[in-house]
């Protein structure tokens, strides 16, 4: 493949994972309009955002078999075909009125959750199989690209949703069906599937390995935190700053511009350098930066003042916890690559999409019950120090093994050269 084509399959890529998950945060700031149009609770409405990784949590092996089996661009096309029809179910479910409208929410959440964990692991596999010794950079930039989408997402939604909802839904559909020729025209590139060189791998061993075992629950932890934020901070602004849509759509685009360069550049550095020493400085950092925001909330009386804070703190998170996310996904390629050699990438990034959608699910299931049983956000955001303490204890505890392994793999790749 020349640098033209890889070039066209990079976009292609960054494109699909951006329209994937700006439909994953596109309701976010929506959440406290359909609290109040279908009366929900705090935890029904969070569990709307945790039904998008169901999907991903119960099908991420199977997709990485259909990856490796029909190829990622194939995958991909078809996934965002679906990705166009659940957007438009959400407006159905606005309308309907012979069917709970919540029920029709739930449904388009969850073929919208089906399709975008087949774009993620397509995804991935198809950037290690193109950029062996970049996959870093690559990764990263692609988890960018994904931030990116997140970022648009609640601003577009945001915004488009108080013109009105047909604005909101048809143009995400629009906007999904855009990238469709893209994707086609670069099926060959992207891969065009077969039987995995090691046949096919069970998925057991993933649980069997202790590199990709560990990195599995560290996976779970980093998102059970983001998935808790994304669906709690929009019900925080709302109640301590009365914002509407559009402005709690803003605000969260402060938090994903963090996240999305600390993508970048966290991918990149660890192609030079590794990934360990960057993973365990994220941990630290999130740590702190949950403890900071729950004694913030919990003692700073003024609520104006607190949520401001909290907005600079969360912020500070999004940088940081990309430095703990990022660089696992060269880990996932190595370890994989050096237990079970060439093939069957596919699988080892689907059950890597099984342990992120792990902590999507949890995280905004947490918060919600958590916050109200509590009444109280100090509570409710200090309270995830504790999955990211874990993380960096788990971190810690293991970096010589991490370590070994990705700078062995590592240095089988150069000699390959």
Not at 36 to 51: D, G, I, K, R
Not at 140 to 160: H, N, Y
């Amino acid at each position: 493949m020349n640098d033209s084509q890889k070039r066209w399959a990079f976009w292609a890529l960054a494109a699909a994972f951006l329209v994937d998950f700006l439909g994953y945060a596109f309701i976010v700031p929506i959440l406290p309009s359909w609290k109040q149009e279908f009366a929900l609770s705090n935890t029904e409405a969070t569990a709307l955002v945790s039904l998008w990784a169901v999907p991903l949590f119960l099908l991420g092996p199977k997709t990485g078999r259909i990856t490796d089996r029909l190829g990622a661009g194939r995958t991909i096309l078809f996934s965002l075909f679906s990705l166009t029809i659940a957007s438009l179910l959400y407006l159905v479910a606005m309308e309907i009125t012979f069917v709970d409208g919540f029920i029709i929410l739930a449904i388009a959440r969850l073929i919208h959750g089906a399709s975008g964990a087949a774009i993620l692991t397509a995804g991935f596999a198809a950037a290690s199989d193109i950029w062996p010794m970049k996959f870093g950079e690559i990764s990263g930039k692609l988890i960018a690209m994904a931030t990116i989408g997140g970022l648009l997402g609640p601003v577009i939604g945001g915004v488009a949703y108080t013109l009105g909802p047909h604005y909101a839904f048809i143009g995400l559909a629009v906007i999904t069906a855009t990238i469709i020729p893209l994707v086609y025209v670069t099926t060959k590139e992207l891969g065009m599937g077969g039987e995995p060189a090691q046949g096919s791998v069970p998925l057991k061993v993933f649980i069997q390995n202790p590199v990709l075992f560990r990195i599995g629950l560290l996976v779970t932890m980093t998102t059970l935190a983001t998935g808790a934020l994304e669906a709690g901070v929009p019900l925080f602004l709302e109640e301590n700053l009365g914002l509407n849509a559009a402005w709690i759509g803003a605000v969260l685009l402060v938090m994903v511009i963090a996240q999305g360069m600390g993508g970048w550049i966290w991918g990149a550095l660890v192609d030079r350098n590794g990934p360990v020493r960057y993973m365990i400085f994220g941990w630290y950092i999130v740590t702190i930066a949950m403890l900071a925001a729950g004694y913030v909330a919990y003692s700073i009386s003024d609520a104006v003042l607190a949520a401001y804070c909290i907005i600079v703190i969360l912020g500070i998170f999004q940088f940081a916890i990309s430095a703990a996310q990022v660089p696992m996904l060269p880990m996932i390629d190595t370890a994989t690559s050096q237990v079970y050699g060439k093939g069957g990438a596919g699988l080892a990034f689907g059950a890597f999409g099984t342990a992120w959608a792990a902590g999507t699910i949890i995280g905004p299931m947490v918060i919600g019950p958590v916050y109200d049983y509590t009444s109280s956000w100090g509570i409710t955001l200090g309270i995830l120090a504790i999955p990211m303490f874990c993380g960096l204890l788990i971190t810690l505890g293991n970096r010589d093994l991490l370590a070994e392994c990705y700078d062995s793999e590592m240095s089988k790749r150069h000699e390959s050269e």
